[in-house]
């Protein structure tokens, strides 16, 4: 529930008028719950929904191995636990190997539970803070501030505990970096959705240019469209050699309950995949190990690991000649992405269209590039310890091919609008 809708009048009189029509009544108890108490308890519920999922696994996993035979439940809390802090980006030592890889998978399980709790806390305190009117007329707010603030620290105790109970000298995960993403995490998702849901993101867009709207759906929209896009193609591609990951799973004599937890673990890292496949569609490919490179021009590989998500992997030596087609995906993704958009933020004006599009398609290769920055990293000794997508040369190849094609995008799906605009007009006129 948002409590403050925006008005769409551009005046501030009309912003007054239309927010406050939708104000809340400050009689509403539901709306001003302690402040800093509900939004400290929420960052709390948080952190702690995601980490109980992953002690359960963990348990689960420890009996499901030798039905309890060795070690105890705490061991397999433990385990859970740095599980968890890995998808805080905190790393970790397996037998003296450093683990840096962060499962991008229970990840999004975090920045999920932050969105769903942030926009809950974000109701819950929708009635602090000055009126829809006093908004309008300019008078600072800092309930969202404040709240964010405060769903911060109870995510932050809750990690700081966690790493208290479950690391140790051998496994050496870092609390800067748990702390670092914790952070991160409540200032993205967290600041978002306790925005949205007190009704202040409505608001604060009514006082954003309908332009700079359209450039950030288009950017959300090509993004997602594209990520949609990589997963598909790596999905087929598993498709295409799946005896082979068949042949790994059987290899590693796994029972059904190991099987189980381990195909469960395994799906923790699809997202990685993702990412990994949507590098290589831009041209820079990825590694799997030092001095490797996975390309549509080029496949160079190494002895592998057994792994059943590298049955994806093409095969090594020289590429088919329809690969190097593949690279018209990402742009054509990106047109058809702004062209959805546009929809939504319609416009008559050319430089209007090419704009929006183009800014909106750089900005969504800015985001793949840092995503493609964090998706690989150290997977194991040797020629393992590196592993992902050359983050800059992905920066630079989607912003490129994202931005041309939001440009192309945004003309056409412009001349579209102009063109329908001018038959319904004749229509009009007949």
Not at 213 to 235: D, N, W
Not at 339 to 365: E, I, K, M, N, Y
């Amino acid at each position: 529930m948002t409590s403050l809708p925006p008005g769409p009048n551009p005046t501030a009189a009309a912003r007054r008028g239309a927010l406050g029509a939708g104000a809340l009544d400050a009689g509403d108890a539901r709306h001003r719950r302690p402040l800093v108490l509900v939004a400290t308890l929420g960052g709390a519920s948080a952190a702690l929904g995601t980490l109980l999922v992953c002690l359960a696994v963990g348990v689960v996993g420890w009996f499901l191995a030798d039905a309890g035979a060795h070690g105890t439940p705490r061991d397999g809390l433990r385990v859970g636990a740095l599980g968890w802090l890995l998808a805080h980006g905190s790393g970790l030592r397996v037998d003296g190997v450093a683990v840096s890889v962060i499962p991008l998978g229970l990840t999004s399980l975090a920045a999920w539970a932050v969105w769903r709790l942030g926009h809950r806390v974000g109701d819950s305190v929708s009635g602090h803070g000055p009126d829809a009117d006093r908004i309008a007329d300019g008078e600072r707010d800092w309930t969202v501030a404040t709240a964010t603030a405060a769903f911060a620290a109870g995510y932050l105790v809750v990690a700081s505990v966690t790493f208290r109970l479950a690391a140790t000298a051998e496994t050496a995960p870092s609390l800067v970096r748990v702390v670092g993403w914790s952070l991160l995490l409540c200032a993205t998702f967290g600041l978002a959705a306790i925005s949205v849901g007190s009704g202040r993101a409505a608001i604060w867009a009514a006082f954003v240019p309908a332009s700079v709207r359209a450039a950030v759906s288009a950017c959300l929209r090509v993004l997602g469209g594209y990520l949609l896009v990589s997963t598909v193609v790596f999905a087929i591609a598993l498709a295409v050699d799946f005896g082979t990951a068949v042949n790994v799973m059987s290899r590693l004599h796994l029972g059904a309950g190991d099987g189980t937890v381990y195909t469960a673990l395994t799906a923790t890292l699809v997202p990685n995949a993702a990412v990994f496949t949507g590098s290589y569609l831009l041209g820079p490919g990825f590694a799997v190990g030092v001095h490797t490179v996975v390309s549509p021009t080029a496949v160079a590989l190494g002895p592998l690991p057994m792994f059943p998500l590298l049955a994806a992997l093409p095969a090594n030596g020289p590429t088919p000649a329809w690969t190097a087609y593949l690279l018209v995906l990402p742009p054509l993704t990106a047109a058809v992405a702004v062209a959805r958009s546009q929809r939504r933020f319609p416009t008559l004006r050319w430089d209007h269209g090419a704009l929006r599009g183009c800014v909106g398609g750089a900005l969504a290769g800015l985001l793949l590039g840092l995503l493609a920055a964090v998706s690989g990293g150290a997977v194991g000794p040797g020629r393992m310890r590196e592993v992902g997508p050359p983050s800059f040369d992905v920066l630079v190849h989607a912003i490129t091919a994202f931005g041309l094609g939001g440009l192309a995008g945004g003309v056409l799906m412009t001349w579209w609008q102009r063109r329908a605009r001018s038959q319904a007009s004749l229509d009009s006129t007949a």
